[in-house]
């Protein structure tokens, strides 16, 4: 496997299910970061981890709970979710936050499409 | 806080032609970064172009190019010889330069550009 990789690729949940999306990536990069795209609206930013720790939480509900063990993976756990919740859920990565200079480019991975009924 | 704008829902551009796609931005920084995103039905989002704010000069990438104009806080996309392959949809970003900075690493997207491409 190489760059960003993330299953599953298309998910269907109920409202009261739980769930998790993985993120996996072979760049060597430390720092991870989940983004929501919603049809007809830019991209948005939910969370950012850096050497494991959470640095941004960008006002994202409660029902959606990150986890990033180490370096290489993040998770995203989905319960209770909303119809509205549904999009397309990017996983991206870059060297580190602060390595300086476009070595914090993102590259993203293929993205889970959620559908929640 | 930063925003990006591309004014250019859909565009469309024969193949072998030429087609630029519009991107502007507002912030207050100095120091930033500039990029192009491409996104196939495959939803793959991939790096095209990066711009570094204090380089005066235009990236260059193979049939890609940008025309970066600091002052005017645009920063356009020019597709040459345009190929099946290309048709995507474009997305233009911002993240800012400045360390430690509350937006730093984060990514501020425009809403996108669908191109086409007609053989």
């Known amino acids: 496997e190489t760059g960003v990789t993330q299953t599953p690729r298309h998910l269907v949940m109920g409202m009261t299910n739980k769930k998790s999306l993985k993120c996996e990536q072979h760049?060597?990069?430390?720092?991870m970061y989940w983004y929501k795209q919603s049809a007809k609206k830019p991209l948005e930013l939910m969370f950012v981890y850096n050497f494991k720790e959470q640095t941004e939480n960008n006002s994202v509900p409660s029902r959606f709970s990150p986890e990033c063990p180490n370096s290489s993976h993040l998770f995203l756990h989905l319960h209770t979710l909303q119809p509205e919740d549904s999009a397309l859920y990017l996983c991206a990565s870059s060297q580190a936050l602060l390595a300086g200079g476009l070595t914090d480019t993102q590259y993203f991975g293929p993205g889970t499409r959620l559908t929640v009924l | 806080a930063q925003t990006v704008t591309q004014s250019q829902p859909e565009m469309s551009v024969q193949e072998a032609e030429t087609v630029t796609l519009s991107c502007t931005y507002d912030?207050?920084?100095?120091?930033?970064?500039l990029f192009w995103y491409k996104q196939p039905p495959s939803r793959q989002m991939i790096l095209v172009i990066r711009q570094e704010a204090y380089k005066q000069q235009n990236a260059t990438e193979n049939r890609f190019s940008v025309n970066f104009q600091k002052a005017a806080k645009s920063f356009s996309l020019k597709i040459s010889d345009s190929q099946l392959g290309d048709a995507a949809m474009y997305f233009c970003a911002y993240r800012s330069a400045t360390a430690g900075g509350t937006s730093y690493g984060k990514l501020t997207f425009g809403q996108g550009t669908i191109l086409t491409v007609h053989p």
């Open positions: 760049l060597g990069h430390n720092a």
């Open positions: 912030t207050s920084e100095s120091d930033y970064y």
